[in-house]
């Protein structure tokens, strides 16, 4: 396989470009029946398949006059994966990353099942970014994602059920989210900790994605350049909220929010694509 194709993926430079210099929008889903769900939204559909199941989606979203490159791909769950499907699409081109996925509530008196959160940064409980920067380092959400999410919900009807604020990236779901075994009392006080400090949900992906993007992106410029910045990596995430510490969301909820949370991704990658190009 040729030095420039992604290992894993099995895809080359020419999969990602498109958007003039910015290369394609990336949806990112853990489940790749997910990443089919969204790719039903693309018109000009490619099928790049993969004997991993990473089968990677392209298409273009249109809205009015603006016509957006865009793929999906199944990232698989939990940072250790992410990380390996983020990084060959870095290496490769990809710029633009937008995790669409499904979350644990901690707030549950305010953030219910089939809410929406938009992460503005994440607490970095987990092993994998440590191989990119210490712990000081914060994991942040890339601004413009966060306003063309912000955006996209408003535009979907979808303000009252959305949240923005900070989330929570774990290791482990049975353990640190719902506490079993002999660490059962040191888990339960650090997720009620986050809780009170007003962490809106638990996942399992953006720290790292959100660290992946810092290490790879050559952002430096002033406000007045940077959405024009094609060199920027701009990751953000959204959630539909499917469980809370009492456990999972019915299945038809579930696929109910999902389904919101991906029409929520799509209109923020044209929103995105409309403030880049003006």
Same mark, same amino acid.
């Given at each position: 396989?040729?030095?420039?194709?992604?290992?894993?993926?099995?895809?080359?430079?020419?999969?990602?470009?498109?958007?003039?210099?910015?290369?394609?929008?990336?949806?990112?889903?853990?489940?790749?029946?997910?990443?089919?769900?969204?790719?039903?939204?693309?018109?000009?559909?490619?099928?790049?398949?993969?004997?991993?199941?990473?089968?990677?989606?392209?298409?273009?979203?249109?809205?009015?006059?603006?016509?957006?490159?865009?793929?999906?791909?199944?990232?698989?769950?939990?940072?250790?994966?992410?990380?390996?499907?983020?990084?060959?699409?870095?290496?490769?081109?990809?710029?633009?990353?937008?995790?669409?996925?499904?979350?644990?509530?901690?707030?549950?008196?305010?953030?219910?099942?089939?809410?929406?959160?938009?992460?503005?940064?994440?607490?970095?409980?987990?092993?994998?970014?440590?191989?990119?920067?210490?712990?000081?380092?914060?994991?942040?959400?890339?601004?413009?994602?966060?306003?063309?999410?912000?955006?996209?919900?408003?535009?979907?009807?979808?303000?009252?059920?959305?949240?923005?604020?900070?989330?929570?990236?774990?290791?482990?779901?049975?353990?640190?989210?719902?506490?079993?075994? =002999? %660490?059962? &009392?040191?888990? !339960? @006080?650090?997720? /009620?900790?986050?809780? *009170?400090?007003?962490?809106?949900?638990?996942?399992? +992906?953006?720290?790292?994605?959100?660290?992946?993007?810092?290490?790879?992106?050559?952002?430096?410029? =002033? %406000?007045? &350049?940077?959405? !024009? @910045?094609?060199? /920027?990596?701009?990751? *953000?995430?959204?959630?539909?909220?499917?469980?809370? +510490?009492?456990?999972?969301?019915?299945?038809?909820?579930?696929?109910?929010?999902?389904?919101?949370?991906?029409?929520?991704?799509?209109? !923020?990658?044209?929103?995105?694509?409309?403030?880049?190009?003006?």
């Amino acid at each position: 396989m040729s030095e420039n194709m992604a290992h894993h993926l099995q895809i080359g430079p020419e999969d990602v470009a498109g958007n003039g210099d910015r290369g394609r929008f990336f949806l990112l889903p853990g489940s790749p029946a997910r990443a089919r769900r969204i790719a039903d939204h693309f018109s000009d559909l490619v099928v790049r398949e993969n004997t991993r199941r990473h089968d990677v989606y392209l298409g273009t979203l249109q809205d009015g006059d603006l016509e957006v490159d865009v793929a999906t791909v199944g990232t698989g769950m939990g940072c250790p994966s992410i990380g390996i499907v983020v990084t060959e699409l870095l290496r490769i081109g990809a710029r633009r990353l937008l995790r669409v996925g499904t979350a644990g509530s901690l707030q549950p008196d305010h953030v219910h099942l089939g809410d929406l959160v938009v992460a503005t940064a994440a607490v970095r409980d987990e092993g994998t970014s440590d191989a990119l920067a210490p712990r000081d380092v914060p994991a942040v959400a890339h601004p413009d994602w966060i306003a063309a999410l912000a955006a996209a919900a408003r535009r979907r009807g979808e303000a009252a059920h959305t949240f923005l604020g900070v989330v929570h990236t774990k290791d482990s779901m049975y353990g640190r989210e719902f506490p079993d075994g =002999p %660490l059962f &009392e040191q888990n !339960a @006080s650090y997720m /009620a900790m986050l809780r *009170g400090l007003g962490v809106l949900a638990t996942e399992m +992906e953006s720290s790292h994605l959100f660290m992946l993007a810092a290490v790879h992106s050559a952002n430096i410029t =002033p %406000l007045a &350049e940077c959405s !024009a @910045s094609a060199a /920027a990596v701009k990751a *953000g995430a959204v959630y539909a909220i499917v469980g809370t +510490e009492e456990g999972f969301a019915p299945a038809d909820l579930a696929r109910a929010v999902e389904e919101r949370m991906i029409q929520v991704g799509i209109t !923020a990658a044209i929103e995105l694509a409309r403030m880049e190009l003006g």
